[in-house]
């Protein structure tokens, strides 16, 4: 028997069974993707590495959703160290890449630090003003911009000097 659209039972009961089919194989490739929970309690290196990287990216997303009031007040804080102190915005890039803001952080740093085609300055340089100052990524920018010639030359040299410190100590 057909139903007003003209398809039978048989052919509805068989695109059912292709959906929860195709549900069932997509929670088992997540399932699979992340290792199984030990009965002590104790989470492996990979689920500790995942929760991480997790609580790193929430954060971020946190700090990009603040209250309009509190980002402008971390830009403003992030703009005067990058004017006035590069050498500080520098050193806690060098914080950030040796896991001083945790391991998720550094990890994200990290995989920017071993991609040599992008800006590795300008993407540490957002990361590190999230992570330090809560500037969302947007501001960072819009505060470089700000910046004199001579300052941002200045504040390239520092993180220039962090990343190339780092990459002799891996």
């Keep these: 028997m057909a139903n007003s659209r003209g398809k039978t039972r048989k052919q509805l009961d068989g695109e059912v069974n292709d959906i929860l089919a195709a549900r069932q194989r997509r929670e088992a490739r997540e399932r699979s993707a992340?290792?199984?929970?030990?009965?002590?309690?104790?989470?492996?290196?990979?689920?500790?590495?995942?929760?991480?990287?997790?609580?790193?990216?929430?954060?971020?997303?946190?700090?990009?959703?603040?209250?309009?009031?509190?980002?402008?007040?971390?830009?403003?804080?992030?703009?005067?160290?990058?004017?006035?102190?590069?050498?500080?915005?520098?050193?806690?890039?060098?914080?950030l890449l040796g896991g001083d803001y945790g391991f998720g952080p550094m990890q994200l740093a990290k995989r920017v630090l071993n991609s040599p085609r992008m800006n590795r300055s300008a993407a540490l340089t957002h990361m590190i003003a999230a992570f330090e100052w809560s500037t969302p990524s947007a501001m960072a920018v819009a505060g470089w911009k700000t910046l004199t010639k001579g300052q941002q030359a200045a504040l390239e040299r520092a993180v220039q000097t962090a990343i190339k410190s780092a990459e002799t100590e891996d």
Excluded: D
């Design 34 to 95: 992340l290792p199984a929970s030990r009965s002590s309690g104790i989470p492996s290196q990979a689920e500790y590495e995942h929760r991480e990287f997790a609580e790193a990216s929430q954060k971020l997303r946190s700090i990009e959703k603040a209250p309009l009031a509190e980002r402008k007040e971390a830009a403003a804080a992030f703009l005067t160290a990058m004017r006035e102190q590069p050498q500080i915005v520098a050193e806690r890039i060098e914080w």
